[in-house]
């Protein structure tokens, strides 16, 4: 009845063959005697298979009895071959299981029962995976691998089980379509063809952040997320790297961190591997004077920014700067200096080169630009943000310099911004940035700077940084600007800067405009004051190149270095025979320790004015 496998036997023929092998077992005294006793398995259905047996034994295919020690628990295993199912036992075995055991009490005799699957009807079970996370999908019986075999058919009526397994970085989530549950297990009867979806999402662990100390301050992230203030415990993708700032508020100073960071710096990093937990410390630090708030500042600015660059016929820094009006408006410095109003989109719209003949550094630009709109300079049909950049085709004397204003073209204002060819080609792009990010905030010269009310802070958003260190971006130096964003945040106003490194200045007392006799002179009080705390630094004090110096203040220091919550007495003198109403304008600058670019000397300032009366 069998050639390997045992195929097809008519279940009157099982009846007669089990009850022939009963009674075999009774008459040769099977029922009485104390064993070993007699295990025959018999294959039936038209389907094909196996048997095996633990204690070894059965082998059916090629041997299907068996003799056992009473009372041996043999389990019984039934594999289906390729093309068949298996579908239960009977006899002295039950279940639809494909193990099953038998107790040897006696003689047994049990059938397992194949089904061919040409003879059941097939249905396709097909799952999906969705999420942002990674995982696979198997199936029993075998047929779903998902990876790569994400369909299969199954025989009706057949339970399949499918689970859900993710990777390191991922959790499962959830079934949907014809399977339910958040278990990663799930049944699927297939009664009819059957769509899952396996939802996978990537592992995710909370960063705690504890402010400690009796000063106070913000902690924020980069990526977004952390903004303690308000939201102390976020949770971060696994493996997410953040960079995390500390800003002491004014009056306290950021004394380290703990906890899964550390350092004395404003910044540290934190990879997100685990669950993690930080603890920002401040301490009380030295009252100050807050940074002003630039009147009207961003209002209205450009909305966006479509820059020409023009330079003229021979001009040695072409290349240069055009690669540099391609990279600024995707810069990181773009963003940072329209932080209070943007970002904004911008292009770089047009590289244009128009001929130098009789063109000098004391040219009038604003004509040049203005006759050539419309013909070599392009002249969009949304002009909105059209910033014409011109380098100047002559060196100057210096260390460079420029300007911005507008002309008119078709009744429609036009914003051009000038920067001069001076020392190299680093100097004209360190210029233009300038120029761009004052021409962004004011491009038709409403006056949104520093000015007359706002005395002695008096400047455009870029020049009242001009001793700011630059920002290297892209191996293109870029000029920072005033942010009262980043004013109000108690750190450095002077935007972009190296995140969390030392910052410095002076608060002058009295810090208002001062008004002196001819003759006379006046004393200020300067308290040094630091975002952490750091060594001495020195003083240095300069005429404000952007307001009129109308006499000598004579400047005199107690010391020329500072330190945090030390302090320092100024005095300046008026002139005898100083007009009423004449007034000078000086800066105090700190000398910051950033170098850049191998350069160094750059300060923090703070300016004091004077005025004859």
């Known amino acids: 009845m069998h050639d390997g496998h045992w195929r097809h036997v008519e279940r009157h023929e099982l009846r007669a ?37 633990a204690p070894s034994g059965i082998d059916c295919g090629a041997a299907c009895e068996a003799r056992f020690a009473a009372g041996t628990a043999v389990a019984l295993t039934a594999t289906a071959a390729a093309g068949s199912r298996f579908d239960g036992w ?18 047994r005799a049990c059938a397992a029962t194949f089904t061919a699957m040409s003879s059941v009807p097939q249905y396709a079970l097909t799952v999906a995976k969705a999420g942002a996370g990674v995982g696979s999908v198997t199936s029993s019986p075998a047929g779903i691998d998902c990876g790569a075999s994400c369909s299969a058919s199954f025989s009706a ?14 959790v499962f989530v959830s079934w ?37 100390g009796t000063g106070s301050g913000r902690v924020t992230s980069m990526p977004m997320g952390v903004d303690c203030g308000a939201t102390c415990a976020p949770t971060f993708a696994i493996n997410t790297a953040l960079t995390l700032l500390a800003m002491p508020a004014p009056g306290s100073i950021f004394m380290g961190w703990s906890g899964d960071c550390a350092g004395t710096r404003q910044t540290t990093m934190v990879t997100m591997s685990d669950t993690r937990s930080c603890t920002a410390t401040f301490a009380p630090g030295v009252s100050r004077v807050p940074f002003p708030q630039m009147p009207g500042h961003g209002q209205p600015p450009l909305s966006k920014l479509q820059l ?53 550094a004391n040219s009038d630009f604003g004509s040049i630009v203005q006759a050539n709109i419309g013909g070599a300079l392009p002249w969009p049909t949304d002009t909105e943000g059209l910033l014409y950049l011109v380098y100047s085709p002559s060196p100057c004397v210096g260390h460079g310099g420029g300007y911005h204003y507008y002309v ?22 360190g210029v233009a940035s300038h120029e761009i990010a004052e021409a962004i905030t004011d491009p038709y010269m409403f ?45 450095n106003p002077c935007v972009p800067n190296v995140v969390g490194n030392p910052y410095y200045n002076v608060s ?45 203040t004579t400047p005199q220091f107690t010391s020329t270095t500072i330190g945090n919550g030390t302090t320092v007495q100024l005095t300046l003198h008026v002139p005898p025979g100083t007009p009423a109403g004449k007034s000078a304008i000086l800066r105090i600058g700190s000398v910051l320790p950033d170098v850049v670019d191998g350069v160094g000397n750059f300060a923090a300032d703070w300016p004091v004015m004077v005025i004859a009366q």
């Open 90 to 107: 009977s006899g002295d075995c039950d279940g639809a299981s494909a193990t099953t055991s038998v107790t040897m009490s006696g003689t």
């Open 308 to 360: 020409v660059t023009i330079t003229f016929d021979g001009y040695p820094h072409k290349d240069w700067v055009e690669a540099f009006g391609d990279y600024v408006v995707h810069s990181q410095w773009l963003d940072a200096v329209t932080q209070d109003f943007g970002p904004i989109p911008a292009t770089h719209l047009a590289k244009v080169v128009l001929p130098s003949a009789g063109v000098t």
């Open 408 to 429: 008119y073209h078709n009744n429609v204002r036009a914003a051009y911004a000038v920067a001069f060819n001076c020392d190299d080609k680093k100097a004209a792009e």
């Open 508 to 552: 002058p007392s009295p810090s208002t405009p001062q008004y002196v006799a001819a003759g006379g002179s006046v004393t200020f009080t300067l308290t040094g004051w630091s975002t952490v705390p750091v060594n001495p630094w020195s003083l240095t004090i300069t005429p404000d190149s952007y307001s009129a110096q109308d006499f000598a």
């Open 17 to 53: 063959a089990l009850v022939v092998t009963l009674l075999f077992a009774v008459g040769c005294g099977g029922g009485g005697s104390a064993g070993p006793y007699a295990l025959q398995i018999f294959p039936t259905g038209d389907g094909s298979g196996t048997i095996t047996s």
């Open 176 to 212: 949907t379509g014809d399977c339910i549950g958040n278990g990663s297990t799930v049944s699927v009867p297939m009664i009819r063809a059957r769509s899952c979806t396996a939802t996978f999402a990537v592992k995710t662990f909370p960063l705690t952040i504890t402010k400690a």
């Open 157 to 170: 009526g057949s339970n399949v089980t499918l689970t859900a397994t993710p990777d390191a970085s991922s």
């Open 447 to 491: 006056g949104l700077f520093f000015e007359g009310s706002t005395y002695p802070w008096n400047a455009e958003n870029g020049d009242i940084c001009s001793g700011a260190p630059w920002w290297m971006e892209g191996g293109f130096r870029f000029l920072p600007a005033w942010s009262n964003r980043a004013a109000a945040s108690g750190g």
